[in-house]
């Protein structure tokens, strides 16, 4: 028995064997691997660990779709809500041919510490169907969404687990999810997802609101190391959501562009990528493929490129301990969930490369979605130049509390990020105790 009701009941410690092999590609164990180095530094107490290393809980549905071609294709579906002690879980949906449960279990137990680490009273959760939504016709995609919304229909509400956008998902995918969900409740709810177009209680500068967090992050991060501005050179891998809004406000900060790229390859450019020229050819094409504004790079050369920022903004495991010796850029901003592998974390360090780890770096999105939860829970729509503000604001806190952290334990910013949430996290669970 514990001696003090507001202490988890403890019990011996398994600590993780150091030199246990490592599965690099496996985002749960890097996500796990984090985690246990802060849990560590803060000596988390052994109950308490161990219920953190626990999703809370996992679906996983099988969604049947009538394709135009009048077969049935079935595809399988996963909701995982990681923790819910700080609020409602948060965290998006992706359509994605990688997806599998140990990447959306990591990608939920990530979307608990990026709440938490800016602060938002919210949980973690996501969700993702395994599917190539780029060979899918719409007509397919909403059936697809339809169906998958009503399987796990029942975890899904204003109060206990609301979507967004992720990978390959879009504020029209946003929209079915809160059509289908309000045909059941029998009344329009709007709060049970963000991301929605602004007809629907979306939130202006949601969409922008990763790029824009990313833009503010990498400013705090070049005055935080006496870094001019103007004139510092970004490449950004990934030309979506975040990465193509990230180059478009740095651009017009004053920063140079000098490579993007996307999943059909990459363009350099010394002088400079012409963004909006970019944005541009995506729209009409849907990819960089043909932009004919820089040379032809590969994604790998671009990822160790000599830059002063490095902005990963595509998917998982692009930093690993097989190029991360070879990175050159001297800040790494990660938009994307995940792209450094545990095994490039220490050897980044030993370079000296500055981290924006990815659940402070990307966090601007869900803020921007807490805004819109808050906007459609009170019925009353605030100003871009608002949004854009508060949005800045927490950001900018954000970097200041986790840098903070690192500066007091003497940890990089990825630990110190995981220490200020896990620590958030573990107060609400020591004042809520276990419910039994
Ligand atoms: N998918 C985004 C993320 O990974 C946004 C999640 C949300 O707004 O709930 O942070």
């Not at 545990?342 to 050897?347: K, N």
Request: net charge neutral.
């Amino acid at each position: 028995m514990a001696t003090d009701p507001l202490r988890l009941p403890t019990d011996k410690i398994v600590r993780p064997d150091k030199d246990r092999f490592l599965n690099e590609e496996n985002p749960f164990e890097a996500m796990m691997s984090r985690f246990d180095r802060a849990a560590q530094l803060l000596d988390l107490e052994p109950g308490l660990y161990k219920v953190l290393r626990h999703p809370e809980k996992q679906i996983i549905v099988s969604v049947p779709v009538l394709m135009d071609s009048g077969e049935v294709e079935v595809f399988t579906g996963y909701r995982v809500l990681y923790n819910t002690s700080r609020g409602p879980a948060k965290g998006g949906i992706r359509f994605d041919m990688q997806v599998n449960l140990e990447e959306v279990k990591a990608l939920a137990a990530w979307m608990t510490w990026k709440c938490a680490v800016v602060n938002l009273p919210f949980g973690g959760a996501k969700g993702g169907v395994i599917c190539d939504p780029l060979k899918m016709s719409v007509g397919e995609l909403e059936r697809l969404t339809r169906r998958y919304t009503s399987g796990i229909i029942a975890t899904l509400g204003p109060d206990s687990d609301v979507p967004a956008p992720d990978v390959n998902t879009n504020e029209r995918v946003m929209a079915w999810v809160m059509d289908t969900y309000s045909m059941q409740a029998r009344h329009t709810v709007t709060a049970v997802v963000t991301g929605k177009p602004i007809e629907l209680g979306g939130s202006l500068g949601r969409r922008e609101a990763t790029g824009r967090g990313c833009m503010f992050m990498v400013l705090e991060a070049l005055k935080h190391l006496g870094m001019p501005v103007q004139g510092t050179t970004v490449a950004v891998q990934g030309f979506g959501n975040v990465g193509s809004v990230a180059a478009d406000l740095m651009a017009k900060q004053g920063c140079r562009i000098i490579a993007i790229s996307d999943r059909t390859g990459g363009y350099h450019n010394k002088a400079g990528i012409d963004v909006p020229g970019a944005l541009d050819h995506v729209k009409k094409h849907r990819s960089l493929e043909g932009f004919t504004g820089g040379d032809p790079i590969t994604n790998e050369e671009l990822l160790t490129m000599p830059v002063d920022v490095l902005l990963p903004a595509a998917l998982e495991n692009v930093i690993t301990s097989k190029n991360a010796s070879k990175v050159q850029a001297k800040i790494i901003c990660e938009g994307a969930n995940g792209p450094t592998t545990a095994g490039a974390d220490s050897i980044l360090e030993e370079k000296g490369i500055f981290v924006i780890p990815d659940i402070l770096a990307n966090a601007g999105g869900v803020t921007v979605s807490y805004f819109e939860w808050v906007q459609d829970r009170g019925g009353y729509f605030w100003t871009e130049d608002t949004v854009n503000q508060r949005l800045e604001d927490i950001m900018t806190r954000s970097f200041q509390e986790v840098l903070q952290m690192s500066k007091t334990h003497k940890v990089n910013m990825r630990t110190a990020a995981y220490m200020l949430s896990i620590s958030r996290v573990a107060i609400v669970h020591r004042l809520r105790g276990i419910y039994a």
